[in-house]
Each structure stands twice: as structure tokens, then as C-alpha cells.
T-cell receptor, first 116, second 116 residues
Framework: AQKITQTQPGMFVQEKEAVTLDCTYD???????LFWYKQPSSGEMIFLIY??????QNATEGRYSLNFQKARKSANLVISASQLGDSAMYFC?????????????FGKGTMLLVSP | DTEVTQTPKHLVMGMTNKKSLKCEQH?????MYWYKQKAKKPPELMFV???????INESVPSRFSPECPNSSLLNLHLHALQPEDSALYLC???????????????FGSGTQLSVL
């Protein structure tokens, strides 16, 4: 069964608008960590934001925020005021205690295109 | 310095060639990783080195041979590859070895490998 599900293969947004990228996950652990990474065409995976399962507040990092709904097992990434440089592939990932060694389980990704 | 540096950026090799991919980090991280990423797919874990010792080998064929000469360097030796091995090979590092859920991976820009 898929651990991380990203249902949007592609998303389009206009510059300066906000966009939400969806991520749902499946785990039986009470303690886990959720990550979002951005991968531009250059190839590098860039860490954006982290949410711990016990964090009571939604994580925020600049224009990035995480809409964390634990009961629904969703961790959607919200990008406010989109910029052309936000065009990239976005991956949601999870780490569980029994995975060890920093292994991350990645979703299939969402390609975001920002238009002028 | 928060960079993971990979060389070369691009590599074309024949099925009988022997080549090596190199990765370097100077962040004092104790865990280093090799991931393989096919086009439009999420990264797949290949190997994990923790404190310069191989700790995870995700059933990778022996034509891929990792090496960690010291805590800052990680190599991937390639021999007798197949065309289906063509992919983006990403190196990553993390501060520890997965002792905390929040531990994030820092990725390099990858080596785009084409096997003819």
C-alpha cells in the first residue's frame, strides 16, 4: 500500500496567487515526521518544510506553510504569493521510527507550473 | 557551507565502461546516501553509510559499488551497467543516522547518467 499519496500529477497557478499541493499518508505509528521537498529542473532536492506528528501548530517557513490535519492524515503544502521560480516538482515524504537511518518514503510528486 | 557537491553533472558511458560518481559534503554530517531517480519518479534509496560504514543496501545489483573513503566523501563505482540504469543519481547527507524524526536530508544536484 502506498505510504504517501500525492493525487495531483500537475498543478497550474498564476504568479502571486496561492496554491495548495495535496499529500495524504498512511502510518500506524503515533510518532512520525513529514517533509516537503522541491526539485527544480536542475535536479537538486531542496528541503522546504517539516511537520512532526506531535507538533500542535502548523509549520511555516516564509511563503510555505503546512496544513496539517492529523485525523485525516493529510499534510498539504500551501505556497502563498507564487513566484515564477516556484515552478518545480514537489515531493511529500515521511519518516517513521522503524525506518531508521533517516530513510524517507516519498510520494510520486506534483509538478507545479507558475505562469506570469 | 550547506552544500552537497556531486561530480560529474552528466555522464555518458557504454555498457563495458567503468566509471565513478563522486559526492562531497563539509557539513560534518555522519550519514551519507545514494538515491536513484528515474524521470518523473520519486527518488529510490540505494545505499546508506552511517559513520563511514555501509548500513543499508537496498538490494542493489553488484554492478553498483559504493565506497565511503572518509566522513566527507562518498563514491559510487559503476561497472557493466545496463541501459535501464540510466537515471539521475542523487547523493544526500544528514547530520546523524536517523536518531530523530526531524532529521532532514541535504541533497546534491545529482549526476545525470546515460548508459548506451
Amino acid at each position: 500500500a502506498q505510504k504517501i499519496t500525492q493525487t495531483q500529477p500537475g498543478m497550474f497557478v498564476q504568479e502571486k496567487e496561492a496554491v495548495t499541493l495535496d499529500c495524504t499518508y498512511d502510518t500506524s505509528d503515533q510518532s512520525y515526521g513529514l517533509f516537503w521537498y522541491k526539485q527544480p529542473s536542475s535536479g537538486e532536492m531542496i528541503f522546504l518544510i517539516y511537520q512532526g506528528s506531535y507538533d500542535e501548530q502548523n509549520a511555516t517557513e516564509g511563503r510555505y506553510s503546512l496544513n496539517f490535519q492529523k485525523a485525516r492524515k493529510s499534510a498539504n503544502l500551501v505556497i502563498s504569493a507564487s513566484q515564477l521560480g516556484d515552478s518545480a516538482m514537489y515531493f511529500c515524504a515521511m519518516r517513521e521510527p522503524n525506518s531508521g537511518y533517516s530513510t524517507l518514503t516519498f510520494g510520486k510528486g506534483t509538478m507545479l507550473l507558475v505562469s506570469p | 557551507d550547506t552544500e552537497v557537491t556531486q561530480t560529474p553533472k552528466h555522464l555518458v558511458m557504454g555498457m563495458t565502461n567503468k566509471k565513478s560518481l563522486k559526492c562531497e559534503q563539509h557539513m560534518g554530517h555522519r550519514a551519507m546516501y545514494w538515491y536513484k531517480q528515474k524521470a518523473k519518479k520519486p527518488p529510490e534509496l540505494m545505499f546508506v553509510y552511517s559513520y563511514e560504514k555501509l548500513s543499508i543496501n537496498e538490494s542493489v545489483p553488484s554492478r553498483f559499488s559504493p565506497e565511503c573513503p572518509n566522513s566527507s566523501l562518498l563514491n559510487l563505482h559503476l561497472h557493466a551497467l545496463q541501459p535501464e540504469d540510466s537515471a539521475l543519481y542523487l547523493c544526500a547527507s544528514s547530520q546523524g543516522a536517523g536518531s530523530t524524526l526531524i532529521e532532514k536530508l541535504f541533497f546534491g544536484s545529482g549526476t545525470q547518467l546515460s548508459v548506451l
